[in-house]
């Protein structure tokens, strides 16, 4: 199978809201940043690849403007999916496997939720008929999952806490983040529920942002990267959408797309995962087996900035980005869409 | 003159709206006339033997086309399999009060089905308690003709 | 209570998402520059090429753009469609034209309805001119301008100016 690596990944400062930028003018210096960082102009790419939404950004089509971030003349090759860009980067990378002409590709996100209620926005992801007439906010959605973690006797409130905690004192670290700190977790669990269990602290940040990386094959990811990450796995699978046909202590999907990325039982340094509430980083260390060697969130997860639309290509870029720098040999990278962890992709990236 | 991103850029009010007439199709139709006409919720038995409730098109194990023919009745009680309280209700949520949103598994049903409780406080919420519903008025078809559950007693 | 009705074969769902909506800046900068009066495009660097409204970053190239160009507000048509649908809440009597302005010295096209003109006389290469509200009801909007009408001159050739325009492209 072709040989297909990351060797670049930019993204803007996670900020709780973009006050001077649209989407296009966003994602146009994290695009120029990735591609000076490698001494690659945009005629260097050959397929392109976003993921955004339509009903984040407010109109129809909003992709297509984007597009003007990117120089495309001569017309490029170019796709986009209406969700997370992790999605996008997957189409690249099988695009990548298929055709030998593609050596370099570039997959971006972007989103601005800060302009709506992301918390009602995200309800249009249920089912038109039964659910999102009710306006089950994404909040309250994330609660019913954390409520049959705490029943089953799988977790409490304080590992929760503890979760967000970890994320925070990780951030620290990161130049980008919006938010980092080390709270004390009694002091977290005194402040009120917004939907219960959940606090303020279990939930992510409403930021605005945009993030870009760069694939590229074998030989030609040698010469533009002195350590690339090789996607040695990467998969995704999809749970069924209705909350109550699924056991929300698991999230099978991530399992199975684990299993089949071969990030089971497997040793890895690091683990990004995309874990918009806190229960649900619970979750997933279970279904992906991740063990107490490996550093979580080393960026500082989704709890230091939820650049939606872009958080989970932001898992695989942070992912890489330190492979890239000789800081992990070995790392796990996950990303998820639709409520309570329905769908999730795994990927496996390694350093030579 | 320079063209610069020093100034905050403008801002405005911008609604999105679509009117969405959704088709049904018979089986999601006939729930909801169920509800609609005779305050009788339905559940949907698939090959297996099992009833899921709210009810579905595909078999999930076989894959097959399921058919009106198959709905049964479930309910009108069911037990909370999950829950969580909202102390400040949203825009377009069933109530205006501070309410539970509950996974609700209806009497006969072996799936559960998004709806809101109206316990009044959430010291009247636990899982495995007993509901059940609140039937509006007036009822057009739809999920919303059940405005609520509330506490079996 | 619910009498003997049609079984349902449909649900009515309707969404309103409200957005406090920013504009980014290459269009803040034309809606500021517009409330004066002014129009504004941006320039490339790479090929020379304006563009209204302004953007940050070249179209074509990426570059970023930061000359600022200010453009008369006569131009050309570029090509037109005659409108025979009235929309929810149109004030014009149908058919009208709206038409793709390219305005002296620019090297994109606005979009702009034309009046004073009968439909049959709308032709590409027309020459037009702006008629703007009353200054004291300019806001951040093109709608100061209420459309485009023919000035009585000759025509342009707009397909060599067309042509001069893709010449410019970055290739």
């Known amino acids: ?352 | ?153 | 209570m619910a009498d003997a009705q049609k079984p349902v074969t449909y649900i009515k769902t309707p969404i309103a998402i409200h957005y406090d909506y920013s504009i980014g800046t290459g269009s803040s900068t034309f809606m500021r520059a517009i409330r004066e009066g002014r129009i504004l495009g941006s320039r490339c660097p790479d090929t020379g090429k304006v563009y209204v409204p302004p953007r940050l970053s070249s179209v074509e190239t990426a570059s970023p753009m930061s000359e600022l160009v200010e453009l008369p507000d006569r131009g050309v048509v570029y090509t037109y469609c005659i409108v025979n649908i009235k929309f929810y809440d149109q004030v014009l009597e149908i058919p009208y034209a709206y038409a793709y302005i390219v305005l002296d010295g620019a090297d994109s096209a606005i979009m702009h309805l034309i009046q004073e003109c009968s439909v049959e006389e709308m032709r590409p290469g027309m020459r037009v001119q702006a008629v703007w509200k009353d200054p004291s009801e300019w806001t951040e909007s093109l709608e100061n301008i209420r459309y485009f009408k023919p000035t009585g001159e000759a025509d342009l050739p707009i397909d060599t100016i067309m042509n001069q325009i893709r010449k410019k492209s970055y290739a």
Request: net charge negative.
């Open chain 2, 1 to 153: 003159m320079e063209l610069n991103d020093h100034e905050e850029a403008l801002r405005g009010d911008h609604v999105l709206q679509y009117p969405y007439r959704r088709a049904t199709g018979p089986i999601l139709g006939r729930f909801f006339t169920e509800i609609r006409d005779h305050g009788r919720l339905l559940g949907m038995k698939t090959a297996a033997g099992k009833v899921l409730c709210p009810p579905v098109e595909v078999d999930p194990d076989t894959l097959e086309d399921l058919s009106v023919d198959d709905l049964v009745e479930v309910g009108p009680a069911g037990c909370v399999t999950s829950w969580t309280w909202l102390r400040e209700p949203r825009p377009g949520n069933p109530l205006e009060r501070p309410f539970a949103w509950a996974l609700i598994r209806l009497d006969g049903a072996d799936s559960a089905l998004l709806h809101a409780v109206d316990a009044g406080s959430e010291s009247a919420m636990r899982t495995g308690m007993r509901v059940v519903p609140r039937f509006c008025d007036e009822r057009s078809g739809g999920i919303r003709d059940i405005a609520c559950f509330v506490p079996e007693d």
């Open chain 1, 1 to 352: 199978m072709r040989e297909v690596a990351i060797i670049a990944f930019g993204q803007t400062p996670n900020r709780r809201k973009e006050l001077h930028r649209n989407d296009a003018e966003m994602v146009a210096p994290v695009v120029a940043e990735v591609l000076k960082g490698v001494g690659l102009s945009r005629r260097d790419v050959d397929f392109t690849c976003s993921g955004s939404s339509d009903f984040l950004a407010g109109y129809s089509f909003s992709w297509v403007m984007a597009i003007d971030a990117l120089g495309a003349w001569p017309p490029i090759q170019e796709s986009h999916v209406e969700g997370e860009a992790a999605w996008a980067l997957y189409e690249a990378w099988v695009k990548m496997l298929c055709q030998e002409e593609i050596e370099v590709a570039l997959v971006y996100g972007f989103g601005r939720q800060s302009m709506s209620s992301p918390r009602e926005v995200m309800v249009l992801m249920n089912d038109p008929y039964l659910e999102t007439p009710l306006w089950p906010d994404t909040i309250s959605q994330a609660a019913l999952q954390a409520r049959a973690l705490l029943d089953a006797g799988l977790c409490t409130e304080r590992d929760f806490a503890e979760i967000a905690v970890r994320n925070l004192r990780h951030a620290e670290s990161n130049p980008l983040a919006q938010l980092s700190g080390r709270p004390d977790p009694d002091a977290l669990l005194e402040t009120p529920t917004i939907a219960s269990p959940l606090r303020k602290h279990d939930c992510p940040p409403i930021t605005d942002g945009a993030c870009a990386v760069l694939l590229a094959a074998g030989d030609r990811a040698r010469e533009l990267c002195n350590r690339p990450a090789w996607i040695r796995g990467l998969a995704h699978r999809i749970d069924v959408q209705a909350l109550g046909r699924r056991d929300l202590t698991h999230s099978h999907s991530a399992r199975l797309a684990a299993e089949a990325a071969g990030a089971i039982g497997t040793r890895v340094d690091i683990a990004e995962l995309h874990a918009p509430f806190t229960p649900q980083d619970w979750i997933l260390q279970r279904e992906l087996e991740i063990t107490e060697g490996t550093v979580i969130n080393p960026s500082g997860g989704i709890h230091q900035g939820n650049p939606m639309m872009g958080a989970g290509l932001v898992r695989f870029g942070e992912v890489a980005a330190r492979i890239i720098r000789g800081e992990a040999d070995r790392g796990v990278a996950h990303a998820t869409q639709g409520p309570c962890l329905q769908q999730n992709m795994v990927g496996v990236l390694e350093g030579e």
